[in-house]
């Protein structure tokens, strides 16, 4: 499947999740957490008119860059994330080991 064209993703702090844009309008989102040195990523979500589009793909992987760039580690509680890790194992290092 092509990616969708002219997506952005950035971190809204002020709202606690990742966006995906297109055209100024925000079209999907993962909420997260922050801990030290971690974020906890919670919930995917994308509006359901771009649904099955490869929006979650472009969101999640600029999600996972983001977070990579910044030095932090993920805990992938969303099972869209993990999902995206699964398939995509060059993400697989960014997971925080698990506590215990």
Do not use: W
Not at 1 to 15: A, H, Q
Not at 16 to 21: F, G
Request: aromatic share 6%; glycine share 12%.
């Amino acid at each position: 499947m092509p990616e969708p064209d002219g997506i952005t993703v950035l971190r809204n702090d002020d709202r606690n999740r990742y966006e995906a844009s297109q055209d100024g309008k925000v079209i999907g989102f993962v909420l997260y957490q922050l801990r030290p040195d971690q974020v906890v990523l919670i919930h995917t979500e994308i509006e359901p008119e771009h649904e099955g589009q490869g929006v979650g793909g472009v969101l999640a992987q600029g999600t996972l860059d983001d977070i990579r760039a910044r030095g932090e580690t993920v805990v992938p509680l969303c099972p869209f994330i993990a999902g995206y890790i699964k398939r995509h194992p060059a993400y697989a290092d960014l997971v925080a080991p698990a506590a215990g």
